[in-house]
């Protein structure tokens, strides 16, 4: 099952897709899709629904993130081997956490807005993970059935703020619309193996990053329980799990993205997403 929602910002409708790819409306079952209502209950109760006996949406309409707000936010940095060569970063012998501010969250096919006086914008497509069920020291073997669905993400990155400026890279990922999700989240059932997953992304109509998730240093379930040995993961919680090789930053020279450049970035069965970057306004 695909989750995505539909209609302006801020005014977005909950919605599944069917067989057809038409996005049905279930706002009378649950009245949005965010960290007080997703649970894997809430998947089962849309699983039993026919889609064709609830309205249709516009084909045409905006596709907002696949949730109102997330809880946290969290990412994992370096975690592709040929990524982390790329940087010249060593292999973490660990994961490396950091945050994204919740409300870096955007739409799939949204505006990137460069923040004031960037020079140093960059793209990262990555595999998404949603949380369905707390995750509290959840075991490896235990922990991809406490995940609500996949997506698709883009981890964009303003590099002098993550690495030049001191401190955390939250600085660096954080900024309004630095973090698009979706189209739609994909139910597990639909991802059999997510350590088997195509990743692109190509920016203006050339190609950027490629590489597959098996390529992963740490894997999903492995990232789930060792994030929730240092946090308790919760419904609605987004862990964003790394991006493969081809960011600007590891362009000789390096190469970022300006005002009016297009992203296209996609995971194989998990959808795409397009975005226009543009100067922040006010
Ligand atoms: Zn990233």
């Not at 801020?10 to 790819?21: F, Y």
């Not at 516009?58 to 982390?84: C, E, M, Q, T, W």
């Not at 012998?93 to 409300?103: D, G, L, M, T, V």
């Amino acid at each position: 099952m695909k989750l995505l929602r539909i209609g302006p910002a801020g005014a977005e409708r909950p919605a599944i897709l069917d067989a057809d790819g038409v996005a049905r409306d279930v706002s009378s079952v649950v009245p949005d899709y965010s960290p007080e209502t997703v649970s894997l209950d809430l998947i089962a109760r849309l699983g039993a629904l026919d889609a064709t006996k609830l309205p249709a949406l516009p084909s045409a309409a905006r596709i907002g993130a696949p949730l109102k707000r997330v809880g946290h936010f969290v990412a994992i940095g370096l975690n592709y081997a040929d990524h982390a060569a790329e940087t010249g970063a060593p292999i973490p012998r660990e994961p490396i956490i950091f945050s994204k501010a919740p409300n870096s969250l955007a739409g799939p096919n949204d505006d990137v807005m460069l923040p004031r006086g960037s020079q140093k914008t960059d793209w990262e497509v990555e595999l998404a993970v949603v949380i369905g069920k707390r995750c509290d020291y959840v075991e490896e073997k235990d922990a991809l059935s406490h995940v609500l669905g996949y997506a698709v993400c883009n981890d964009v990155s303003e590099r002098e703020y993550q690495a030049e400026r001191g401190g955390q890279w939250i600085k660096g990922k954080s900024a309004p619309t630095f973090g698009p999700l979706g189209p739609w989240i994909v139910t597990p059932d639909e991802v059999p193996d997510p350590q088997n997953l195509d990743l692109f992304l190509d920016v203006n109509g050339e190609p950027a990053q490629r590489g597959n998730t098996r390529t992963m240093i740490f894997g999903v379930a492995h990232l789930i329980s060792y994030v929730s040995s240092f946090m308790v993961l919760e419904p609605g919680d987004v862990i964003t799990t790394g991006t493969p090789p081809g960011v600007g930053m590891g362009r000789k020279p390096p190469v970022y993205l300006k005002a009016g450049d297009r992203m296209r970035l996609g995971i194989v069965g998990l959808g795409e997403q397009n975005q226009k970057v543009v100067a922040r306004q006010g």
